[in-house]
């Protein structure tokens, strides 16, 4: 049986301001007016909240309150109450219309959303469809939870330890012919998880939408993992997921390739290239060390290529205005090396390394000297090609007198400091004797300081020079 009652206070409408769910505050004493659904004679419904009797004869005691309708069940037949539901309706109905008219109107509980959406009691918040959260790892990389009291050997050797949604995906596959229909996401439809058992069961009602927690591109192959779990049926182990045609492949991104799975990153391509015509050599890199950390790459050593092409050109031009040589003769190993450590750099100020991303190379910390200092880059920048030609060439023309080549050779390999003193008169082979061994040991990449003590003489010399105007020692000859 329904019945209404309304509130009787002094509302504070101020405290309806703002956002949140509608509220109100009352000033004083508040006091209720309770009666019946049925008005008496001559009045209209005036009740505004609703309540549910459940007493067996509670309609027939409220409708005896209305006299008009009493009267006319009398002259039909003599009708009780009950026997004329549709008399009950149309009373509802009325004060029903009454109560809407007043919530409009008078907006006595303030906003009419707000407040029809409580007083009818409707959802405040819900949660449809159910989701269930997959969890998926590496192989032998579960997430292992445990307190303080277990010991590592303990956790090692529990087979409990071992289980996870995943595993026991593989293991259900195994077992149940019925399992090899559906993917890893699929299996929430027609099976449930049971946490404490850990292990896949058949579902007897319900179903449940299965989600992959999203994986970022450069987090290698636990991101292509995740797209194969979106594709495989019936995978009973890791193994079988990077099997393509019976074709077993050794990672989770070559089984994608072979699938079709990866798109191509034409996008970010000529991103790079057009950046590439206005663009200084470190905005590129900064654009690139961008899309490593937010972008979807499913190819990061390709694009890093693209990056290396475009970029060279202006590191170059760099280190030539930086040296003040208009020509340098550092190989592309060397400028790539040094690229990286600039791009490591700028990675390490937002937290991160090229470590993290599988793909990417490494730098070669120990060569970052050669291009840092300016004197050091000077005694390297030789053409090694040349000085490698010009030594196959002057080797042969060595007479056997001439054996301090060879001592300085062995002493260089050997690294053992010595001071040799070569004497000869003119035209004895003494000058062919330092050209030979400074471009030897320049071929290997070796730093050669040629001085000589007069100008002529350091002018025979490759790259000489004196020991006091633009020295290379900072000496003062003395007596």
Known sequence: MFAFTSLGTKVDYNATKGRGPYNFRIHRQNYHRIGSLIPSNGSEPKYAQLYVYDTEHEVNNRLKLWDDIQFFLQLLNDQKPSDRPDIINRAFNVKLKKLCEDLISKKIFGPIIAACWRLFEFDIHKRHPPVERLQYHLEDQQTVCFNENNTISRLIQSENTKKTMLTEWFKTNENNDMANQFTYTEFPMHFVWDKKTKQWNKRKRGFAIGRLPYAKPTSGERYYLRILLNIVKGATNFSELKTVENIHYHTFKDACHARGLQENNNEWHHALQEASYWASFSQLLHLFSTM????????????WQTCLAVSNDDYICQIKKKNQSPIININMTEIQNQILIELENILKNNGRSLKEFVDMPVPNESIKSIFENQLIFQELNYKISSLYKDYDEMLPKLNKEQVIFEKVIKSSKQKIENLYFVYGSGGTGKTYIWKILITKL??????????????????????????ILNSKFQLTLTK
């Open 292 to 303: 490593l950390l937010y972008c979807e790459i499913t190819d990061i050593n390709k694009l």
């Open 442 to 467: 320049r071929s290997e990449k070796k730093i050669v300081l040629a001085v000589a003590s007069s100008g002529i003489a350091s002018l025979l010399l490759p790259g000489g020079r004196l020991p």
